[in-house]
Nanobody, 116 residues
């Protein structure tokens, strides 16, 4: 069983920054691909960024150059640094844990609201 706890969401003005954190417990964190997904109001959940166990990163086109995903295996934590935020980044952001031959695990979500 994996537990994921997100933090760092909030209300910010357009152009501002936030850093999301996701702390994992109950798992071998270092083997997992960790991802951040988001679900805007009335829309489907979408991938924002992910980082493999080896440190390879992937980003949605809409956030490239503005968001940075990173991980600290010693702290079992993955981060999402979000800069130059836009109103369209408003969503509930979810942390995801994924490893081979295991089910996915999700955090409870953290709200990010960007005002114009």
């Amino acid at each position: 069983q994996v537990q994921l706890v997100e933090s760092g969401g909030g209300l910010v003005q357009a152009g501002g920054s936030l850093r999301l954190s996701c702390a994992a417990s109950g798992s071998i964190f270092s083997i997992a691909t960790m991802g951040w997904y988001r679900q805007p109001p009335g829309k489907q959940r979408e991938l924002v960024a992910r980082i493999s166990s080896g440190g390879r990163t992937d980003y949605a086109d809409s956030v490239k150059g503005r968001f940075t995903i990173s991980r600290d295996n010693a702290k079992n934590t993955v981060y999402l640094q979000m800069n130059s935020l836009k109103p369209e980044d408003t969503a509930v952001y979810y942390c995801n844990w994924r490893a081979t031959l295991t089910p996915d695990y999700w955090g409870q979500g953290t709200q990010v609201t960007v005002s114009s």
